[in-house]
Nanobody, 121 residues
Framework: VQLQASGGGLVQPGGSLRLSCAASGFTLDYYVIGWFRQAPGKEREGVSCIYGDSITNYRSSVKGRFTISRDNAKNTVYLQMNTLKPEDTAVYYC????????????????WGQGTLVTVSS
């Protein structure tokens, strides 16, 4: 089981980025995929997540700005991030778990490497 996160970079406030989480070694159709982030000096926090039936959840600070989606044919989950703010700066991780009652909370079973998102002018 492997997850490969990509798409991070440097963007100005108000800009957009799309993160991708490509899965290999398993079919993500039936799994929960979560996006987490960790800013310097802060604890890791859940950002958004999507269940196998495509039910989604978002932390309140990103609602209306971020959109999570999945493309089962490509075995990939995306996180579209719009209207980015400096406080969104963090290393973003994707992770997967087969079952959870609250997909914005750990634990998750498998984690990808992080991708750095920097929002700065």
């Amino acid at each position: 089981v492997q997850l490969q996160a990509s798409g991070g970079g440097l963007v100005q406030p108000g800009g957009s980025l799309r993160l991708s989480c490509a899965a290999s070694g398993f079919t993500l159709d039936y799994y929960v995929i979560g996006w987490f982030r960790q800013a310097p000096g802060k604890e890791r926090e859940g950002v958004s997540c999507i269940y196998g039936d495509s039910i989604t959840n978002y932390r309140s600070s990103v609602k209306g700005r971020f959109t999570i989606s999945r493309d089962n044919a490509k075995n990939t989950v995306y996180l579209q991030m719009n209207t980015l703010k400096p406080e969104d700066t963090a290393v973003y991780y994707c992770a997967t778990v087969f079952r959870t009652n609250d997909c914005l909370r750990e634990p998750y079973d498998y984690w990808g490497q992080g991708t750095l998102v920097t929002v700065s002018s």
